[in-house]
């Protein structure tokens, strides 16, 4: 049975106690009163400090101590801090009172993060990626990208030294509700290539995704091998696409992904004139149960873009996408990698 670290009663002796004597009443009635909102809100979050990653899942037997549910003492925390923020602008509050509102924030997130990566069955705390490049790479022919003079790059590896990877997710078949809301409550970024065959059935979900910041962009209309496709095809195919996105989603893609990763010369040049700046491929491949490597070190290295699919559980499919999601998360996170947003690379 796990004991609380917090004693039975203390959350309740330290909201009543009153700030000390002494400094605080050379301050403001106003700063005052700003003080005692973030010592009660202190005591919210040492709360929830006590919710560590292995307290029992809600209904599970746990310890005679009662403790608010995770979710209600983080709703408490939120909305004392939402509360806090609207009250009283951070300018007018003091130095020392906005030092403990960031290390309040701070404590927050982590407890957050620390309880969505339990919800999920995650090995470890994902790193969080950093902050974009301020310029994007120069996509020139050379390792991981092939270019042709005048035509969109093909990327199989972003150039950078960031330690990050890109997790890119095809076709749209699969629209499981679970991987959705996995995918949000972990924050992974995603870009999702979407066939019109395949997602028409319901864009509202990949619409769900873009709310929560995954970019969406185009695979084809029906998902043919672009080799064979005279002009009139590949217009359609590819633009088609671009014009049913926009439509869809309200943002025209820049990102195309052929299917099967085949391409031509044709196909670079309709892309291109219809709005597309690169061509995505990938290293890797995942799967619920296993990841494919390109290369024999079988390791990520920076910049590489992961493939998966939209894909329900099938003979070549053992698991469900969340599996699939959590297995290339701690992949990355074992090896010291971060999932970025392709977006802000390319
Ligand atoms: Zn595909």
Known sequence: M???????????????ARPRPGR????????????????????????CSALRP???APGAARSSTPAAPPAAAHAAVREALAALLAARPQAALGQ??????????????LQQALAAAQRWGLAALPLRAPAPPAAKPELADGPGVKRAPGLPPVVYRVPTTDRVVFLTVDDGAEKDPQFAAMAAELGVPMTVF???????????????????GVGIDNHTLTHPDLRRLGADALQR???GQ????????????RLFRPPYGEYTEAALRTAASCGVTAFPLWNEEAFPDHLEWRYPDQVFHPGDIVLTH?????????????????????AATAQGFAIARLEDYL
Not at 2 to 16: D, E, F, L, N, Y
Not at 242 to 253: A, K, M, N
Not at 310 to 330: E, I
């Open 310 to 330: 939209f894909r329900a559980p099938a003979a070549d499919w053992k698991g469900t996408m969340p599996d699939m999601l959590r297995r290339v998360v701690d």
């Open 96 to 109: 020392e009172a906005n030092g403990r509102l960031a290390v309040a924030e701070h404590e927050l997130a």
């Open 242 to 253: 671009q014009d049913r996105l926009q439509q869809e989603t309200g943002t025209r893609p």
């Open 2 to 16: 796990p004991t609380p670290s917090v004693p039975p009663g203390s959350r309740t002796t330290r909201a009543t």
């Open 194 to 212: 979407l066939s019109d065959y395949l997602a028409r059935s319901d864009y509202g979900y990949f619409r769900g995704l873009q709310s929560h």
């Open 54 to 56: 292995q307290d029992p």
């Open 24 to 47: 605080r009443h050379r301050r403001g009635r106003r700063n005052r009163r700003g003080l005692a909102a973030l010592t009660a809100l202190a005591t919210l979050v040492v709360g």
């Open 237 to 239: 195919e590819i633009c």
